[in-house]
């Protein structure tokens, strides 16, 4: 099994920043990075594959960067430019030999 733990979120105003770490305790193959506004379903929103390709939601293109640190086992959300509807839950989840994780969670809320 892989346990996933986000940090990072927290309370910003509209056009800040912040960036979200996901601390895995294994090593893993592609990462994923997902948000659940209040009342909505859990989205998509950039994943990073095991050889370091990103790819993002169209919502989040060219305000969010995905990174990973393989030492480290862990993967990285910057988030820039925010808006009032980026608000909510950020979840990772990751893929490795022992199948798909998700971590708890960790909130982000942007103020208008």
């Known amino acids: 099994q892989v346990q996933l733990v986000e940090s990072g979120g927290g309370l910003v105003q509209t056009g800040g920043s912040l960036r979200l770490s996901c601390a895995a305790s294994?090593?893993?193959?592609?990462c994923y990075w997902y948000h659940q506004a209040p009342g909505k379903q859990r989205e998509w929103v950039a994943t990073?594959?095991?050889?370091?390709?990103?790819y993002y939601s169209d919502s989040v293109k060219g305000r969010f960067t995905i990174s990973r640190d393989n030492a480290k086992n862990a993967v990285y959300l910057q988030m820039d430019s925010l808006k009032f509807e980026d608000t909510g839950v950020y979840y990772c989840?990751?893929?490795?030999?022992?199948?798909?994780?998700w971590g708890q969670g960790t909130q982000v809320t942007v103020s208008s």
């Open positions: 989840k990751a893929d490795s030999t022992w199948g798909t994780h």
């Open positions: 294994r090593s893993f193959s592609s």
């Open positions: 990073i594959t095991s050889g370091g390709s990103p």
